[in-house]
């Protein structure tokens, strides 16, 4: 049986044979285990991982006869650069480079940061200060699916632009996501606001109290499910979060249930059930819509007009519930677009938004600076 530890599997190969030919992981940092050292492919990727050690190192892709194979060079701070590998000749060269636009920007890697949770459970995620050895305001940035998805190992846009604009990022692989087994992913199973949720706070206070960032701004972002999380997070963990940023998000389970495309089909409705849950009474309190009075930190909603998965319905009666609060909000729709924006204006107007939010909730929350994390803190 082969033993990796708690690590999250991107690619298992085999062979022609249909032996085992290697497997590609990351734990603490990504790795490939060979075990075909006949194959061609196998000899180049056990060379690139010695020349380039520290980076990821990816199959792409081959051609039918196998003899010539597209590899990517990568890490959390490089975009990616191509190679071909042609076997018959032993030889690889340079395809394409993803940009240079960034080559005068200083990008930070990211870390793994794994903790155990209060129910004993090891919570694996991704920590990426917004500068390495200083103490910055934190983004806990919530993943969508939730089950299946997780937050990878490799070069994450989101999380540089966080960086860019002043801010540490903290992704968790909180319970339910994939990529760590059945078992991990059903402990989150009917309790997407409850269980999971704590998973997220459990890891940002983790962080704060290593003296890895700056608690004194702390604000949840994501879309999909992660957009529900945001503002569950601030329903259920009222004190610890400042704000929250919510992309595309579901704030009534019920709802959801009822009026998501993914509840158009029987399997999709049996789905939900089981991940969601039924009982009235628990959907009702694991809903933001419905628990608005336990809300302190402002929020910003996001959302397209035409989306289907998480319907734009929900997100007019959630802008609806708030005029009759006095929670500090903000919100922005978004013409004939869809569960995400596609078109780039739309993509640019929603980071312009987000960086002016979080810069004003960062005035009124601003203290004087913490300073380089020292040795030992």
């Known amino acids: 049986m082969l033993d990796i530890g708690f690590a999250t599997l991107y690619e298992i190969n085999t062979n022609d044979d249909g ?14 285990m060979i075990f075909d050292k006949k194959s061609q492919t196998n000899k180049i990727l056990s060379y690139l991982m ?53 080559v005068d920007f200083e990008l930070s890697e990211a870390e793994y940061f794994s903790y155990v ?18 103490r910055s305001p934190l983004v806990v940035y919530i993943h969508g699916g ?17 960086n860019q604009l002043g801010y540490s990022v903290y992704a968790p692989n909180f319970r339910g996501s994939g990529g760590f087994g059945l078992n991990f992913q059903e402990a ?27 608690s004194s701004m702390i604000c949840a972002l994501g879309g999909s499910y992660g957009g529900y999380g945001t503002a569950q ?16 998000g579901v704030f009534d389970l019920e709802e959801q249930i009822k009026r998501s495309d993914t509840g158009g089909l029987y399997s999709g409705r049996a789905y939900m059930a089981n991940v969601i849950g039924t009982d009235p009474a628990e959907l009702r309190n694991q809903s933001p819509i419905k628990n608005l009075n336990k809300v302190k930190a402002p929020m ?27 929670i500090d909000f903000e919100y922005k729709y978004y013409d004939k677009e869809g569960h995400g924006n596609r078109k780039m204006e739309n993509r640019i107007d929603e980071w312009q938004r987000i960086s002016t939010f979080l810069q004003r909730v960062r ?11 020292s040795a030992g803190e």
């Not at 032996?19 to 490939?32: A, I, K, Q």
């Not at 409850?194 to 998973?199: K, L, N, P, R, S």
């Not at 910003?300 to 006095?326: C, N, S, W, Y």
């Open 50 to 102: 010695k020349s380039y050690e520290g980076f990821q190192i990816g199959v792409e892709g081959s051609s039918k006869d196998g003899n010539k194979t597209i590899l990517s060079i990568g890490s959390s701070s490089v975009l990616p650069e191509f190679f071909l590998y042609d076997s018959e000749k032993k030889a690889v060269s340079f395809l394409i480079g993803s940009t240079e636009a960034l």
């Open 188 to 214: 989150g199973y009917r309790r997407w606001g409850t269980g999971m949720i704590d998973d997220m706070q459990e890891g940002a206070q983790a962080l704060a109290d290593a003296g890895l960032v700056d």
């Open 363 to 373: 005035a009124s929350t601003a203290k004087p600076a913490s300073g380089a994390v």
């Open 146 to 162: 939730p089950h299946g998805p997780f937050e990878q190992y490799g070069f994450s846009p989101r999380y540089h632009i966080l």
């Open 300 to 326: 910003l909603i996001l959302h397209g007009t035409k989306d289907k998965r998480t319907p734009f319905k929900g997100a007019e009666q959630m802008v609806a519930a708030l005029k009759g609060t006095d």
């Open 19 to 32: 032996e085992l030919s290697r497997v590609h992981f990351v734990d603490d940092d990504s790795r490939t």
């Open 117 to 134: 949770n209060s129910e004993g459970i090891e919570i694996p995620g991704w920590f990426q200060p917004a500068k390495k050895g200083v």
């Open 233 to 248: 997070s601030l329903v259920r963990h009222p004190n610890f979060y400042d704000c929250g940023v919510i992309i595309a």
